[in-house]
C-alpha cells in the first residue's frame, strides 16, 4: 500500500488512484476466489475416479503340483535334475536306495513271471484249442446240414408216396372193373348157356317122345342129344369162366386192400423216419449249443487264468511302490528310479545333496505340469470385499520385477472364497484368485517369464466415485457419527 508521503509525491490524479487500488485488489481476490470454487466444485462433480483396492498376493500355479516320493524309507543316491528344470512324464529324476524294499521286488518279480508264463500258456494253447473246437464245430455243422437235407427230402416222401400209391390204386381200380366185367359178361354167357341147355333138353325129350310114335328118326334124336350135350358142355365152361373172373377180382380187391395198408405203412415209416430226424437234428443242435458253450468255457478259463495272475501282479503291483515297480535288475540291488508323474517344471526341491534319508509320504520334489496356467492368489480385507465382483479388472505388479522398467500385467478377478478367514495382523480376510493375461513381463530387453513363489500386488477396480462424493465422504462421516452420538 503506498504511504501518505508517496501520495504527497504525486498528481492529484495520480493519488486518487493509488488510493483507490487496495479496495479493487480485494474486491478481484475475492472474484477469482469464489470462480476458482465453482471452477472446482464444477470439476468435482462432473469428474470420476476409479476406486481401488489394493491386496498383497503371490504367484501359484493353477491347480495342483505333483509331488515325487516314496512310500517307504529310502537314501537320495543321485539327483538327476535340478530346480526349475523341465521334465517329461516317465523321466528318472532321482535314484534312491532301499533294501528293506528288495523284497518287494523279488515279490513282485515273481508276480510277473507267473503273468508272463500265463501270457505265454495262453498263446501257445489258445490257438490250437480254438481249431480244434472249430474243427469240431464244422463237423457237427456239417452233420446237421445232412440231417436238415434228409428232413426236407423225408417231409416230402408222404406227398410222394400218395402219388405213387394213387397210381397203384387208380391201375387196380381200372383192373377190377375190367375184370368185374369180365363177371358180369359170364354171368350172361351162363345165363344164355343154361337157357340153351334147357331148350335142348327140351326139344330132345319132344323128339323122344315122337321118335317112340315113329315119327322121328333115331339118326335126330342122336343130333338133338349131342347138341344138349354140347350146350351143357358150353354151360359148364361159362361157369369155369365165372369162377376164374371171380377169383381174379377177388385178387385185385385183396391187392387193393394190401394197397391202402403197404400205404398206411409206407406213411406211417415216412412219418417216423422224419421224427427220427427232427430228434437227430434236435440233437445236433444241442451238440452244436454245447460246443459252442465248450468253446466259451475253455477260452474263459483261459482268460480266467490269464486274468488271475493279471490281478495277482497287480495286487502286488498296487502293494509295492511305483519305484520298486519299476526297478531294473540292471539297476543293482536295493536300488529304485523315481520318476516323473507328468510333463512339467521342478518348481522345488526339499533337498539337493545325495545321501539324505527320504522319509515314507515325504515329497523330494514338486512338479508343476506343463501349460499349467499360472494365477495370483492375494487377499483381501473384509471391507474390501462389498464390490467384488468376477471379471473385474486387475493390475499386477511384482517385487521382484521393478514397475518403473518392466510395467505391469492385466488380469481378472476369478475367484472370491466363500468364506472368510481370520488373518492375525488384517482381521478376518477373503481369498481371492486373478487370472493373468500372460505369463511374462517385457523390460529391459528381455522376456521375464513369471514362476511360483513370486509376490505380487494386485490391484482391482472395483467402482468410479465422483470427485466431490470422495471430499464430502468424511463430512458425511463426521454427520453420520454426530447423528448416532444423539
Known amino acids: ?57 503371490i504367484v501359484r500355479p493353477e491347480g495342483k503340483t505333483f509331488a515325487v516320493g516314496t512310500t517307504f524309507q529310502a537314501r537320495v543316491q543321485e539327483l538327476t535334475v535340478r530346480e526349475g528344470d523341465a521334465v517329461k512324464k516317465g523321466q528318472i529324476v532321482a535314484w534312491v536306495e532301499s533294501r528293506a524294499a528288495a523284497g ?173 430226424l427232427s430228434v437227430q437234428i434236435k440233437a445236433s443242435q444241442s451238440r452244436l449249443g454245447e460246443l459252442a458253450q465248450e468253446v466259451s468255457l475253455a477260452e474263459g478259463e483261459a482268460e480266467s487264468r490269464m486274468e488271475s495272475a493279471e490281478e495277482e501282479y497287480r495286487k502286488a503291483a498296487s502293494a509295492t511302490a511305483p519305484a520298486v515297480a519299476e526297478a531294473s535288475d540292471k539297476a543293482g540291488p536295493g536300488r529304485f528310479p523315481l520318476r516323473a508323474p507328468v510333463t512339467g517344471l521342478v518348481s522345488s526341491l ?23 496356467p499360472l494365477v495370483v492368489e492375494a487377499t483381501v480385507a473384509n471391507r474390501d470385499t462389498g464390490h467384488l465382483e468376477l471379471g473385474l479388472p486387475a493390475r499386477i505388479k511384482f517385487e521382484a520385477f521393478p514397475r518403473e522398467k518392466y510395467g505391469t500385467l492385466t488380469g481378472k478377478l476369478a475367484r472370491v472364497s466363500p468364506d472368510a478367514r481370520e488373518d492375525p495382523k488384517l482381521g478376518y480376510v477373503y481369498e481371492i484368485t486373478c487370472s493373468l493375461d500372460r505369463d511374462y513381463l517385457e523390460g529391459e530387453g528381455r522376456k521375464a517369464r513369471l514362476f511360483p513363489g513370486l509376490e505380487a500386488q494386485v490391484e482391482i477396480v472395483t467402482r468410479k466415485e465422483r470427485v466431490l462424493d470422495i471430499l464430502l465422504k468424511p463430512f458425511r462421516d463426521l454427520g453420520e457419527q454426530v447423528r448416532l452420538g444423539k
Open 104 to 276: 518287494d521286488l523279488a515279490s513282485l518279480q515273481e508276480a510277473r513271471e507267473r503273468r508272463d508264463r500265463a501270457r505265454r500258456e495262453l498263446r501257445r494253447d489258445l490257438p490250437t484249442n480254438r481249431e480244434r473246437m472249430r474243427q469240431q464245430v464244422m463237423g457237427e455243422q456239417r452233420k446237421l446240414d445232412s440231417l436238415d437235407a434228409m428232413r426236407v427230402l423225408a417231409a416230402r416222401e408222404p406227398e410222394s408216396i400218395r402219388q405213387d400209391m394213387s397210381f397203384q390204386r387208380r391201375a387196380l381200380e381200372l383192373e377190377l372193373e375190367r375184370k368185374a366185367e369180365q363177371v358180369r359178361t359170364a354171368q350172361l354167357q351162363i345165363e344164355q348157356a343154361d337157357r340153351n341147355v334147357e331148350f335142348a333138353r327140351a326139344t330132345l325129350a319132344t323128339h323122344r317122345r315122337m321118335a317112340e310114335k315113329g315119327l322121328v328118326s333115331k339118326l335126330r334124336i342122336a343130333e338133338l342129344e349131342n347138341a344138349a350135350q354140347d350146350a351143357g358142355t358150353r354151360a359148364g365152361t361159362a361157369r369155369a369162366a365165372l369162377r376164374e373172373a371171380a377169383k381174379a377180382v377177388e385178387k385185385d380187391r385183396s391187392a387193393l386192400r394190401q394197397l391202402e395198408v403197404s400205404l398206411a405203412d409206407r406213411l406211417d415209416a415216412a412219418s417216423r423216419r422224419e421224427q427220427e
Open 350 to 372: 526339499a533337498m539337493e545333496n545325495p545321501g539324505e534319508v527320504l522319509e515314507p509320504g515325504e515329497a523330494l520334489m514338486q512338479i508343476l505340469p506343463h501349460g499349467s
Open 1 to 57: 500500500m503506498p504511504s501518505p508521503d508517496d501520495l504527497q509525491d504525486t498528481s492529484p490524479d495520480a493519488a486518487e488512484f493509488l488510493a483507490e487500488m487496495p479496495g479493487v485488489m480485494a474486491h478481484s481476490v475475492v472474484w477469482l476466489v469464489v470462480v476458482f470454487s465453482l471452477a472446482a466444485l464444477a470439476w468435482s462433480y462432473f469428474s470420476w475416479v476409479d476406486v481401488v483396492i489394493t491386496a498383497p498376493g
